[in-house]
């Protein structure tokens, strides 16, 4: 049997993020996708959009919230760099740049993925990581 402890998330974590490895030694600093920071700016910028909501495809809503996962979700990364090695400073800006490419889409595929996933953000899980 679990204890409520095993499975309670971290409100903290949610909306400042947990460090998530990626590719190579890589990591991205992943807020959860249904931090209140989040769901705010998603509620302002899809006013405009509200009457046809149901009939945006994936490709437009994904343009239309692009830049809210790159500065709400997305909200840091270590160990980035350019084809020339040079490191890429983190700037929301950049994430959505980033975001934007299509050579890069499996990066913004694992950023919602793990933005979802409740383990990403149990406090326990976490402990137990560091060694608490």
Known sequence: MAKI???????????????????????????????????????????????RLAKIKEK????????????????????????DGTEIAYSPEKAAELLRRSDLKDLYDFVVKNSQDQSNFIQAVLDADLGN
């Open 60 to 83: 437009e809503m994904r343009e239309l919230t692009l830049d809210g996962w790159a500065r709400y979700v997305l909200k840091g990364w270590k160990n980035l760099q350019d084809i």
């Open 5 to 51: 402890a095993q499975i309670a998330t971290d409100a903290t974590l949610e909306t400042a993020g947990t460090w998530i490895p990626y590719l190579e030694d890589i990591e991205l600093l992943v807020a959860r996708s249904d931090n209140p920071e989040f769901k705010a700016w998603l509620r302002t910028a899809l006013r405009p959009h509200r009457r």
